[in-house]
């Protein structure tokens, strides 16, 4: 099961500056917190990841709360293009293994 | 790099028939993933390589699925008998190590007659 809360759809203006949250209350300390989106047909994109620093790259910015249990995705300019669902998924690590569980992510919808 | 690679992109097939999805990873990864994706179910992990040696293969759904790696270059999911259920898109993903990230493929999107 995916250890992660997200609500189902959001909107946002075109240009604006989407907000993504995400609730993983049962973090353990040592895993990870992916994003990665999907565009309509297309496979999973990863964006980005981080454990307990804010993050940024080319994409978006990933602000984790100090004590681990929401996180927020940032786009900081959104485009047309931008609509997709977008997953937050805490990496977990099962006897050696390590695998991407994926919930039912969030649909972006960025309108014109 | 051309990404990870599959073929076919589309399937579709009548109940019965052996049907052999294909998957080239990214050059140099060392990791390959196969994931089904559903409207029910959402995106599942079916099974996982190291190395071209299974890992972990809890997710595939019955002795009907078997996934092959013959070499780093290649890798093979394979139904038979294939039936409607099986219907859904099928993604391989590759990774240079256990930790790091997945980079998806395309995708097969099957149907099942």
């Known amino acids: 099961d995916a250890k992660t809360t997200q609500p189902p759809s959001m909107d946002c203006a075109e240009g604006r500056a989407a907000n993504l949250p995400c609730n993983h209350s049962t973090i353990s300390g040592n895993e990870y917190v992916y994003w990665y989106r999907q565009i309509h047909s297309q496979g999973p994109q990863y964006i980005i990841h981080g454990l307990k620093n804010n993050e940024t790259n080319e994409m978006a910015s990933l602000i984790i709360t100090e004590d681990r249990k929401s996180s927020t995705l940032i786009l900081p300019h959104a485009t047309l293009r931008d609509t997709a669902v977008y997953y937050c998924i805490v990496r977990v690590a099962q006897g050696g293994s390590e695998k991407l569980v994926f919930g039912k992510g969030m649909k972006l919808t960025v309108n014109p | 790099d051309a990404g990870v690679i599959q073929s076919p992109r589309h399937e579709v097939t009548e109940m019965g028939q052996e049907v052999t999805l294909r998957c080239k990873p990214i050059?140099?990864?060392?990791?390959l993933f196969w994931y089904r994706q559903t409207m029910m179910r959402g995106l599942e992990l079916l099974i996982y390589f190291n190395n071209n040696v299974p890992i972990d293969d809890s997710g595939m759904p019955e002795d009907r699925f078997s996934a092959k790696m013959p070499n780093a270059s290649f890798s093979t999911l394979k139904i038979q008998p294939s039936e409607p259920r099986d219907s859904a898109v099928y993604f391989c993903?590759?990774?240079?190590?256990?930790?790091?990230?997945?980079?998806f493929g395309p995708g097969t999107r099957l149907t099942v007659l």
């Open positions: 993903a590759s990774s240079l190590g256990r930790s790091d990230t997945q980079y």
């Open positions: 050059s140099g990864h060392d990791y």
